[in-house]
């Protein structure tokens, strides 16, 4: 996986970011979500590295980018902070201005980068998901059974830490056979880095805290946003499966053109893991539009 590319550790403030860095063109960040890694990209990255630079990290915390601590407000894992960091690192590697794409969690910082740091993003993808407040206001009792992880890792220390623990690889594993479409895989060697990084303390306490960050400090943060008018102002695609995007009824891109000027989406057959069940035409989408 990766041929060609650099890996790199990175320090940005309390953190190490891992990342890899590869191609040739203008900078494209991309980020992963849960539960996964920067490997989540390697099927489309091949194609995206003809056209641009790519910078592929480990958000603070997941796979092998070390984090800060989780704190009691969950400041330190609100998709704000994530957000700075991150565009921190993007100058530290000198790109000033930049596109990026971002999957599940990674599209929460990412839609968050372009509304806090509208003076540095070009062009924003999210894939497969709608915005962190409209996903709980949405949230009837139905989808709270098939969405059950967002309440269960949003649970106090050491609930969902504890149970996770004693077999990790069951619970990632479940969640990956759980969100993808029948009849589609994962890549064994990437389905198997994801299931060995929550084997790491550190991973899963970071990622349940990104978590209770989502159902406190990022929605306080929407709900700001939202009723000061504020949108993102830059283009946005929205790529979503059909087979999963959280069980909603409507097309994602609705809810997104609340959110900001410039929507179009791109609809593909695959459940929520679209850059591995869908690669081919989950690159041509981001390098169509990313190529502007």
């Given amino acids: 996986m990766f041929e060609g590319f650099e890996n790199r550790q990175a320090p940005v403030g309390n953190c190490v970011i891992n990342l890899l860095v590869g191609g040739e063109g203008p900078p494209l960040l991309l980020l992963h979500g849960y539960p996964q890694t920067h490997v989540a990209w ?28 989780p704190d009691p407000a969950h400041l330190n894992y609100a998709k704000r902070t994530t957000a700075k960091t991150l565009v921190d690192l993007m100058i530290t590697l000198g790109h000033e201005r930049f596109s990026l794409a971002g999957h599940d969690r990674g599209g929460r910082v990412a839609y968050r980068m372009a509304l806090d740091h509208p003076e540095r993003i070009e062009r924003v993808a999210v894939l497969d998901i709608i915005p962190t407040l409209d996903t709980w206001e949405t949230m009837d009792w139905e989808q709270a059974l098939k969405t059950y992880h967002w309440p269960f890792l949003a649970q106090p220390v050491p609930l969902p830490e504890r149970i996770i623990a004693q077999d990790p690889d069951f619970y990632i594993q479940h969640l990956l056979d759980r969100w993808i479409l029948d009849g589609n895989s994962l890549a064994p060697e990437a389905a198997a880095h994801y299931r060995r990084q929550f084997h790491k303390a ?16 990022d929605v306080v943060h ?18 979503w499966g059909q087979g999963y995007s959280l069980t909603i009824e409507k097309s994602p891109a609705e809810t997104w053109r609340t959110w900001a000027g410039e929507v179009s989406e791109v609809a593909l057959d695959c459940g929520h893991f679209v850059t591995e069940e869908q690669p081919d035409a989950c690159a041509e989408a981001l390098s169509v539009f990313f190529s502007g």
């Fill in 42 to 69: 390697h099927a489309v990255a091949p194609t995206l590295a003809k056209r641009f630079t790519l910078i592929i990290p480990d958000l603070p915390g997941y796979g092998d980018s070390v984090g800060p601590e």
């Fill in 202 to 217: 550190s991973v899963v306490a970071a990622t349940c805290a990104d978590y209770r960050a989502g159902a406190s400090q």
């Fill in 222 to 239: 929407d709900r700001e946003d939202r009723a000061a008018g504020r949108r993102i102002s830059c283009p946005l695609l929205v790529v």
